[in-house]
């Protein structure tokens, strides 16, 4: 079974700049997550889909990050404009419904932002 | 106060060695309790899920207290592989998404 893929793996930008992120989740799982791990923490949820529905967006930084998942498949994260606190590893990772257990991760991308 | 709380350490133990990590949940109503795997620059991966009645896998034993709101995670004979940092996971009530704690950072030398 194919894992969840992720690109780029790596990104370094400048502050103000806008960055997108991708992922491709394991087919059939129709419920994808992006969580943010900033360097010494656990990761932190910013936006669950269930299909192309918005399930959870709650701690989302809205005027600056958005994110979709066009058809429920693919996933685009963006960061517009990037800030110095945004440096981290963006994971997505995608699940069953209702299978918290059933979690695979991505490699994440790491963004440096100077 | 932090959903979930670990000892970030770092735990120093040699080969061999047994070691035990702990950590609190703040959320009474959550369901479900994992302890997670994380090598350096890669992403987390599931070690084990945690019940009340305890569960092991092998050299690693898994609890939940969910009166004390306490879950550890104990490893026996600890190998060299053993040495990344392990995440306690909790899933509040009704929802799948997964919060972690900070981790804590375990080294085990030869």
């Known amino acids: 079974e194919a894992g969840v893929a992720q690109s780029p793996r790596y990104k370094i930008i400048e502050k103000r700049q806008s960055v997108a992120f991708w992922c491709n989740p394991i087919s059939g799982h129709a419920t994808l997550y992006w969580y943010q791990q900033i360097l010494g923490q656990g990761p932190k949820l910013l936006i669950q889909f269930q299909n192309n529905g918005v399930v959870d967006d709650s701690q989302l930084p809205k005027d600056r990050f958005s994110a979709e998942r066009l058809k429920g498949v693919d996933s685009t994260l963006k960061i517009q404009p990037a800030k110095l606190e945004d440096s981290a590893v963006y994971l997505c990772?995608?699940?069953?419904?209702?299978?918290?257990?059933?979690?695979?991760f991505g490699s994440g991308t790491r963004l440096t932002v100077v | 106060r932090k959903e979930v709380e670990q000892d970030p350490g770092p735990f120093n133990v040699p080969e061999g060695a047994t070691v035990a990590f702990n950590c609190t949940y703040s959320n009474s109503a959550s369901q479900s309790f994992f302890w997670y795997r994380q090598d350096c620059r890669k992403e987390p991966k599931l070690l084990m899920s945690?019940?009340?009645s305890g569960n092991e896998d092998g050299r690693f034993t898994a609890q939940l207290n969910r009166a004390s709101q306490y879950i550890s995670l104990l490893i026996r004979d600890s190998k060299l592989s053993d040495s990344a940092t392990y995440l306690c996971?909790?899933?509040?009530?009704?929802?799948?998404?997964?919060?972690f704690g900070t981790g804590t950072r375990l080294l085990v030398s030869p």
């Open positions: 996971v909790v899933t509040p009530g009704g929802f799948q998404k997964l919060v």
């Open positions: 945690v019940y009340s």
């Open positions: 990772a995608s699940s069953s419904p209702g299978r918290s257990y059933g979690y695979t």
